[in-house]
């Protein structure tokens, strides 16, 4: 057997065979003729046996010069498809990109945009996982988060991927006969309200306008929970009003199951931006950023 060195004098005898000629293998290869005869005779004498027939007008193979050469050329040839194999990796990004968002991103905004991954990115695997608290993206391995407003923290960077998000108080018909249709803010203090909690415990103060100033309502009730979609449900439930996304119950609005007040006092809030640190940007995170972005 050919020791590894030996492998550029088989690749030129495997170029000699293929042109015909040591003159046109030269040519080809850009090399000295003598050189390359060199070469394939010092081949010869490792291997031990005779591998062409050289007359003055043409080259021909011996059996053992046949199947090596067919041996080589099938070699070289799975190593060229190797090379190749890496280069559709380098051109076609590949890898995992894992987010951290909540429900309501991953629904209204992931997968509806980045569904053409499916076809047009095969080889990213995305890994979109939600949790209704603010986690360290480092430290538990994301790769990026999404949060609404651009406030992240230092060393990250963050880009838009949603426009501005109206809030809305919903709640059912049934809600409204029993306790009536709100006027202003100071009117929910008689509603049942259902509440959001933070993963500290803390419960979200609904922010609201009025007479030009921002004001807070603290939500008094039976029901709290950790998901906006969840307030959405209780809310179609008759479990009191909501104060969520409003795209979130735009179906119930337009076929009435749910009725919305306090519009004109309903907070709009910055979108949603995707943030990631800086110097951390895989293709496949490019891509996704570059999909996303508005």
């Known amino acids: 057997m050919a020791k590894r060195e030996n492998y550029n004098e088989l690749y030129l005898f495997m170029q000699v065979v293929r042109e015909g000629s040591f003159t046109a293998a030269a040519q080809r290869l850009g090399l000295a003729q003598s050189g390359i005869s060199r070469s394939v005779r010092e081949l ?18 011996t059996q053992a010069g046949e199947q090596l050469y067919q041996t080589a050329e099938s070699g070289f040839d799975a190593i060229d498809m190797g090379f190749a ?27 509806p945009k980045l569904a053409i991954f499916k076809q047009r990115y095969p080889d990213i695997r995305l890994e979109l996982i939600s949790e209704s608290r603010f986690v360290d993206i480092i430290a538990e391995r994301f790769d990026a988060g999404i949060r609404l407003g651009p406030e992240v923290g230092s ?13 809305a108080v919903v709640a059912t018909p049934e809600h409204f006969r029993r306790y009536g249709f709100p ?19 803390s419960l979200y103060q609904w922010e609201l306008h009025h007479n030009e100033k921002k004001i807070t309502h603290r939500p008094q009730g039976q029901w709290v929970f950790s998901d906006s979609y969840m307030e959405a449900e209780a809310a179609r439930l008759g479990l009191g009003l909501a104060y969520v996304p409003e795209e979130l119950v735009a179906h119930d609005l337009e076929r009435g199951r749910l009725i919305r007040v306090l519009q004109p006092h ?24 570059d999909t996303l972005r508005i």
């Open 155 to 167: 060393g990250m960077v963050a880009v838009r991927i949603t426009p501005d998000m109206e809030m």
């Open 183 to 201: 006027q202003s803010p100071a009117d929910l203090v008689v509603h049942p309200c259902i509440a959001y909690q933070f993963a500290d415990g």
């Open 44 to 61: 010869e004498e490792r291997l031990g046996v005779q591998l062409l027939v050289r007359t003055t007008r043409r080259l021909s193979l």
């Open 266 to 289: 309903s907070q709009r809030l910055e979108g949603s931006f995707l943030y990631c640190p800086h110097r951390n940007v895989s293709p496949a995170l490019r891509l996704v950023i």
């Open 85 to 111: 194999t890496l280069a559709h990796y380098r051109q076609t990004p590949s890898g995992t990109v894992r987010i951290n968002a909540s429900l309501h991103a991953i629904d209204k905004v992931l997968l």
